[in-house]
């Protein structure tokens, strides 16, 4: 069963304007200095509708488990999604949530200079001023706790969860969330779930963090397994401030 996604409603801040656009499994809580939904509509279908064409293809993208090379008529965000996916050692699919939101998120840029695209966990931003990015790691005593705070020199910038115990996505492991940040949201989203397949109990944190040093292009990563935590990396942890995003 899909998990509500409440922790939308988390986000208190006034100086961004707030909306939603849904395509199929594509939902996209989007911010921006302007309404732009109709500019996030057309983008979200003209992403979908390359990636299933090119799945339509090659069927095994959609399935396969470990990294796949791609055929030439690869679309670009499918290239991204396969070098991503190499990378972390996952399959391609694993990327998909992370792509598209950075993909949006790009587009929109040309629009509105401050922009945050969260596609289920899964963040692509770029803005001005410092915000802080809520936690949430399910039952996990950090949920709510803790916060991710992030400046505009460190944007556009990528920032993807995994769980084993929240949501509906694929994870071998059982941590109450993996968080990556890197410049690549694809790559993010790819890197979180092969850390999260590692982390089956809170004593697996550092084995997930060496393997997360190992993935070139990382910025940081948090894991969270009940009331245990491991961070490494650009990674600076706050408490969540209310009129912040």
Same mark, same amino acid.
């Given at each position: 069963?899909?998990?509500?996604?409440?922790?939308?409603?988390?986000?208190?801040?006034?100086?961004? =304007?707030?909306?939603?656009?849904? =395509? !199929?499994?594509?939902?996209?809580?989007?911010?921006?200095?302007? $309404?732009?939904?109709?500019?996030?509509? !057309?983008?979200?279908?003209?992403?979908?509708?390359?990636?299933? *064409?090119?799945?339509?293809?090659?069927? /095994?993208?959609?399935?396969?488990?470990?990294? +796949?090379?791609?055929?030439?008529?690869?679309?670009?965000?499918?290239?991204?999604?396969? &070098?991503?996916?190499?990378?972390?050692? =996952?399959?391609?699919?694993?990327?998909?949530?992370?792509?598209?939101?950075?993909?949006?998120?790009? !587009?929109?840029?040309?629009?509105?200079?401050?922009?945050?695209?969260? /596609?289920?966990?899964?963040?692509? +931003?770029?803005? +001005?001023?410092?915000?802080?990015?809520?936690?949430?790691?399910?039952?996990?005593?950090?949920?709510? &706790?803790?916060?991710?705070?992030?400046?505009? *020199?460190?944007?556009?910038?990528?920032?993807?969860?995994?769980?084993?115990?929240?949501?509906? $996505?694929? $994870?071998?492991?059982?941590?109450?969330?993996?968080?990556?940040?890197?410049?690549?949201?694809?790559?993010?989203?790819?890197?979180?779930?092969?850390?999260?397949?590692?982390? !089956?109990?809170?004593?697996?944190?550092?084995?997930?963090?060496?393997?997360?040093?190992?993935?070139?292009?990382?910025?940081?990563?948090?894991?969270?397994?009940?009331?245990?935590?491991?961070?490494?990396?650009?990674?600076?942890?706050?408490?969540?401030?209310?009129? &912040?995003?």
């Amino acid at each position: 069963m899909e998990q509500p996604r409440s922790y939308r409603h988390w986000i208190k801040d006034g100086d961004l =304007v707030s909306f939603h656009v849904m =395509v !199929k499994e594509t939902d996209l809580y989007l911010r921006a200095q302007r $309404s732009l939904k109709e500019e996030a509509l !057309k983008a979200i279908l003209e992403y979908r509708i390359s990636l299933e *064409e090119y799945i339509e293809r090659h069927p /095994n993208f959609l399935t396969a488990l470990e990294p +796949l090379p791609v055929a030439e008529d690869a679309p670009q965000m499918v290239r991204g999604m396969a &070098e991503a996916a190499q990378g972390a050692g =996952v399959g391609p699919m694993a990327a998909v949530a992370g792509a598209i939101a950075e993909g949006v998120g790009r !587009k929109l840029m040309a629009l509105s200079p401050e922009v945050i695209v969260e /596609n289920g966990g899964d963040i692509f +931003l770029n803005i +001005l001023s410092r915000r802080t990015v809520g936690v949430y790691a399910g039952d996990s005593p950090f949920t709510g &706790e803790i916060a991710l705070e992030i400046e505009p *020199e460190e944007t556009p910038l990528g920032i993807c969860t995994s769980s084993g115990t929240v949501g509906p $996505s694929l $994870s071998l492991g059982r941590a109450d969330a993996v968080i990556v940040l890197s410049p690549s949201a694809a790559l993010a989203d790819a890197a979180a779930t092969a850390i999260g397949n590692l982390v !089956k109990e809170a004593g697996d944190i550092p084995k997930g963090i060496a393997f997360a040093q190992g993935i070139a292009g990382l910025r940081g990563v948090v894991i969270i397994k009940e009331d245990k935590i491991g961070v490494w990396g650009q990674v600076k942890l706050s408490t969540p401030v209310e009129g &912040e995003g």
